[in-house]
């Protein structure tokens, strides 16, 4: 199997542009425009896609002035159409990775988006994963299985929900008394971190995938274990 390098190309020299993709509130766009304009991510978003109209998390993007584009699947007679339409406007963009921030929709990844689409998901995969599990769920169920550790995985996204390449994992304690709130509250927080973290080694070009492990390299100069990069 061939060792896919990816996308490093000018990616020392320019910032790396996102689509951000969301269904509803947003708060994963505003952490990243959080983060973005503390210095902390070499990135800039380049536009903004919602499947639903008038969603809160619209503000975060309207706020930045960053150009923002409805796709709702309701408008198009087939999941094919529906993706296409999506990914028409990253090309358009010049988009180097969509990042996929509480969006909802499944996806149909092109070709030449292969392993350029980012997700975070609210537990750690395999567990606690896949169609219908969203929101709060993940973490009832987690609650209800009762595992001692939860927390959020940040993937590739592949043809199917959740089954992408792991790039990055963040385990969180499970507290006696936890309520699907606060499991949801700390797995969040945990988010916050990973997300930008993810996205900040891709722009580095650390990132690489064999079959579906990742691998991420160490900075120049540094060795594997010593942390640079600190969310
Ligand atoms: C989080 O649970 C995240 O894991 C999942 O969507 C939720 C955040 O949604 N991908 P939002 O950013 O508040 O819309």
Known sequence: MVLQRLWVKKTMVR?????????????TLKNLIDRIRAGQLSAEIV????????????????????????VERSSFDSFSEFSDANFSICRAARADYVVLAGYLRRLE???DFENRVLNIHPS??????????????????????????SGCTVHFVDQEYDTGPIILQ???????????????????????????????????GRVSVKGRVVKIAPPKDQKRGDSDIDF
């Open 109 to 111: 990844i092109p070709k």
């Open 15 to 27: 910032k790396f542009r996102l689509a951000v993709f969301i269904s509803g509130t947003g708060r």
């Open 47 to 70: 536009v903004v896609v919602s499947s639903v109209a008038n969603v809160v998390g619209l503000q975060y993007a309207e706020g930045e002035s960053i150009p923002i584009e409805i």
């Open 170 to 204: 963040k385990a969180v304690e499970v507290y006696e008394g936890d309520t699907p709130d606060s499991l949801n509250d700390r797995v969040f927080a945990a988010e916050c971190q990973a997300y930008p973290e993810a996205i900040e080694l891709l722009a580095q």
């Open 124 to 149: 750690l995969i395999p567990s606690f994963c896949g169609k219908g599990y969203y929101g709060n769920i993940v973490h009832s169920k987690a609650l209800e299985y009762g595992v001692k550790v």
